[in-house]
């Protein structure tokens, strides 16, 4: 090969090659990049910690849309955060801003690596000895060393196995919030309050979550926390696809909260009613509903007929007989629910 | 560089670390989402938004020259429904002065939400919107509901109440709006949000 034919092969070569490198470095990220990068960046307000991209909050949901349209309106990155910020502040980015209170979480690698320059300087300085001990130093030996690069990398070594530990350990936790595990192979009562509402937050288009949605909705009503208890019946009573002993278990539930939380009779007892449509004979239906017109509506001769329809009923627990009747009785005698 | 340097660095190094954990512990058990809003101070995000049975469209301009009250609330919404009946109470006391009340639906459908309203009541002194997207919440910065924001005539934002109002907050409220004043944000009570649809 002739010198100049290399020499034109080598240019053509050379060419291609940075030509490639600056498309690769100058080439925009396409619109979906930009939107995930987007989306990583931004605290979902609705979430602890989490990026809308990662989040099934129907509210993340609703920013990454708006973001979406807002890349294909040709709109900035800048601008689209600071649309984002000059409506939440900057606390709602995940990157906070290197201003105030959160400039030490930036100044804080600056000072770690000044703090570990100046640890190594004072080494370099003073080979025999250790930082504070400058009075004791003595002449450095190669074993020394040796065992202070091998502590040194030790240290190292259990610090990085303790962060993948615990990374490993976060993540754990979190799968069930995923949206991959088999709803039907978990067992609610295993579960804490925060993983069921993550597993339910990522499953909501799917019926078979009811059972789930209930179980942590009876969890908060046991603890008396109607608030959090409220949107879960509420949902599966609008559902409209919860089986028949949910769906009236939500209803009872929300008849009560409406009249023991709020005070709302008339809601109240549709509701209860509601829930009677679906099973006629529920004591616990009946009761609920005798109550709220005995202590509620100052009725208490429906309140007794009803009482007396859930102690017509062979099943009933001793206890929750006891408690009837001794109601049907006092509501007979006309007094005041107590 | 002198033993002398290296311990002043030192030094400035260990009290910049108590610092910073100091900052930190400071923070934790804090509600991130209990920031000062942005708007306080700011012209209010312009919108226009179908009302709930879809007949018409309101836009926050359509109401210029009036003291407009912004409402998110929802039938999921337990302290939304606690508060209802002093914001009508409230909405109908001030509609004579000049005072425009909007309640818009927040992450709710607005069959659902009109279908609470019927039970709950509905004031011709209150306009209740539905908001597609979630879009004009973004662009108020809702956190979670109840969330009532104070516009005042000149369009800037002046006021906002963070959890359950009554009437008397509200009043206050706009009693010192109407004076002037600019109330700024106050945090009555916790908010809700919407686990899932």
Redesign the interface.
């Known amino acids: 090969m002739s010198e100049r034919l290399r020499d034109t092969v080598y240019l053509v070569f050379m060419t291609i090659t940075v030509v490639a490198l600056a498309a690769l470095v100058l080439a925009a990220p396409d619109r979906d990049d930009r939107v995930q990068e987007l989306g990583s960046r931004i605290r979902c307000p609705v979430c602890e910690g989490e990026a809308i991209i990662d989040s099934p909050a129907p509210m993340a949901r609703d920013m990454m849309k708006l973001i979406r349209q807002r890349v294909d309106e040709g709109a900035s990155d800048e601008e689209i955060l600071s649309e984002i910020t000059s409506s939440y502040s900057g606390a709602v980015l995940l990157d906070p801003p290197a201003e105030g209170a959160t400039l030490w979480l930036w100044l804080a690698p600056l000072l770690a690596l000044a703090g570990g320059i100046s640890v190594i300087l004072w080494w370099r300085a003073h080979p025999g000895g250790t930082p504070g001990s400058a009075k004791s130093a003595t002449p450095s030996s190669p074993r020394r060393r040796s065992r202070a690069i091998a502590g040194g990398l030790l240290v190292t070594l259990v610090l990085g196995a303790v962060v993948v530990a615990a990374g490993s350990a976060l993540q754990d936790r979190e799968g069930p919030g995923g949206g991959a595990a088999d709803l039907d192979s978990v067992d609610p009562s295993l579960v804490s309050n925060e993983t069921m509402e993550a597993v339910i937050g990522a499953n909501q288009d799917d019926p078979s979550i009811d059972g789930m949605r209930l179980a942590l909705a009876e969890r908060y009503f046991r603890a008396g926390d109607y608030r959090s208890a409220f949107p879960h019946y509420l949902a599966i009573a609008q559902s409209g696809t919860a089986a028949d002993e949910t769906a009236h278990t939500a209803l009872v539930r929300l008849g009560w909260m409406a009249y023991d939380g709020n005070g709302e009779v008339e809601t109240a007892l549709e509701l209860l009613d509601q829930a009677l449509d679906i099973d006629a004979g529920s004591p616990m239906a009946l009761y609920l509903k005798g109550l709220v017109l005995w202590c509620g509506a100052d009725r208490p001769e429906e309140a007794g007929d009803l009482f007396q329809a859930v102690l017509d009923q062979a099943d009933l627990e001793d206890e929750t007989r006891t408690e009837v009747s001794d109601d049907l009785a006092a509501a007979r005698r006309g007094e005041g629910c107590a | 560089?002198s033993?002398r340097w290296?311990r002043w660095?030192?030094a400035?190094?260990a009290v910049?670390?108590v610092?910073?954990a100091v900052?930190?512990a400071s923070?934790f058990g804090a509600d991130?989402?209990l920031?000062?809003?942005?708007?306080i101070g700011?012209p209010a995000?312009e919108f226009a938004l179908p009302t709930l049975d879809g007949t018409s469209t309101v836009s926050l301009s359509g109401l210029e020259g009036d003291i407009v009250v912004v409402n998110f609330f929802a039938?999921?919404?337990?302290?939304c429904?606690?508060e209802h009946d002093d914001l009508v109470a409230t909405a109908e006391a001030f509609s004579e002065q000049g005072v425009s009340f909007v309640q818009i639906a927040y992450?709710e459908s607005p069959a659902?939400t009109l279908a609470y309203l019927d039970?709950a009541g509905i004031s011709p002194a209150m306009r209740h919107l539905a908001d597609p997207?979630?879009?004009t919440?973004?662009?108020?910065?809702?956190?979670?509901i109840p969330e009532t924001f104070f516009i005042d005539a000149d369009g800037v934002v002046v006021g906002k109440l963070v959890g359950e109002s009554n009437a008397l907050i509200l009043g206050a409220t706009l009693d010192s709006i109407l004076g002037g004043d600019q109330p700024g944000e106050t945090v009555t009570g916790?908010t809700?949000?919407?686990?899932?649809?």
Do not use: H, K, N
């Open positions: 560089m033993g290296l660095l030192g400035g190094v910049a670390t610092v910073f900052v930190l923070r991130p989402s920031v000062p809003s942005p708007l700011e995000p039938s999921w919404c337990l302290q429904r606690a992450q659902q039970e997207g979630s879009r919440a973004i662009a108020y910065g809702v956190f979670g916790d809700m949000q919407r686990p899932s649809p």
